[in-house]
């Protein structure tokens, strides 16, 4: 019989816990939930034989914020609120720090978190390809591979585009998938980059940070000529332009999301130069 007092999960967890988001049809691997137990926190509940039944996360975000994530429950154990236990331990967490709790709500799940004070801030929606078919993109921006030595520089033109604080997510992505990390530059200066990852369902695209939709475009195009074969990208829905190619690529609309949050954090509504997410996993 399962015991229904949390745990503390760890690092040591992740291949144990791919488990839970292989049977709702997610995309994380081992990776992403080594990374988000490395550098956020999450409580588990557990089977008698030691297997996950039921699990929620967070990550750091921004200075002020943290994001809650992989909140999920195998389907044997469902309606005995599970995640609503879990999932209220992590908002009082988060809270009891005096920092804002923030999340990409589910269609079915934006009515649940409403219920528990979230606010909407914008709509995004996934988009997914089986066979893009990239176009090569001219433009008057130059595209080369982002290197590990670039990562500062990125990490503070993100910082100041978002207002995120995850350089450490930055230098993960692009260790984990270098040939599709590429960096924009014009003038001298950075005017966008892309960075993308392997997923257990496909290829993920993001974050996609730039300065207008065509360096958006050319960043997207470049990851994705990197790595064939069905790809996912999560786009805000007020980058009409840039989803309109991502379409013209073979891309259709999956599902969609709606980023929201309990408090306040100007900088999670920032979507100026905001592209394409990381993932609702990390924000």
């Known amino acids: 019989m399962a015991s229904t007092e949390p745990q503390a999960l760890s690092p040591a967890d992740a291949a144990a816990l791919t488990g839970l988001s292989i049977e709702v049809g997610w995309n994380q691997t081992a990776d992403d939930w080594r990374v988000i137990l490395e550098r956020g926190a999450g409580e588990g509940i557990f089977a008698a034989d030691g297997r996950p039944i039921a699990s929620a ?13 992989m909140v999920l429950v195998t389907t044997a ?20 720090a005096g920092q804002v709790p923030g999340l990409d709500a589910t269609e079915l799940g934006r009515p649940v978190y409403e ?12 988009l997914g390809a089986e066979q893009p078919h990239w176009p090569m993109l001219p433009g008057d921006v130059a595209l080369r591979p982002l290197t590990a030595e670039d990562v500062p520089a990125v990490a503070a033109y993100d910082a100041d585009a978002t207002g995120c604080d995850r350089a450490f997510l930055l230098a993960h992505l692009r260790a984990r998938r270098p040939e599709a990390a590429w960096l ?11 960075l993308s990852r392997d997923g257990v369902r496909g290829f993920g695209i993001g974050p996609v940070v730039a300065d207008d ?10 990851a994705g000529r990197a790595t064939p074969g069905p790809t996912i990208i999560d ?7 840039f989803a309109a190619g991502l379409t013209a690529a073979g891309f259709a ?22 592209y394409a997410l990381a993932g609702p996993e990390f924000g």
Do not use: H, N
Request: glycine content about 10%.
């Open 115 to 126: 219920r528990l004070g979230f606010r909407p801030l914008f709509a995004l929606s996934r």
């Open 213 to 222: 939709d065509a360096t958006a475009a050319a960043l997207a195009a470049a």
């Open 184 to 194: 924009a530059e014009r003038g001298g200066r950075i005017a966008g980059f892309v």
């Open 77 to 96: 154990a469902r309606r005995q609120g599970l995640a609503s236990r879990l999932m209220g331990r992590r908002i009082a967490a988060i809270e009891a």
């Open 253 to 274: 609309r999956l599902r969609g999301f709606t980023r929201m949050v309990k408090g306040a954090d100007p900088a999670l509504g920032r979507t100026e130069r905001l």
């Open 57 to 69: 996360c967070e990550v750091p975000l921004t200075p002020r914020s943290r994001w809650v994530c």
């Open 235 to 241: 786009v805000p829905d007020a980058k009409a332009a």
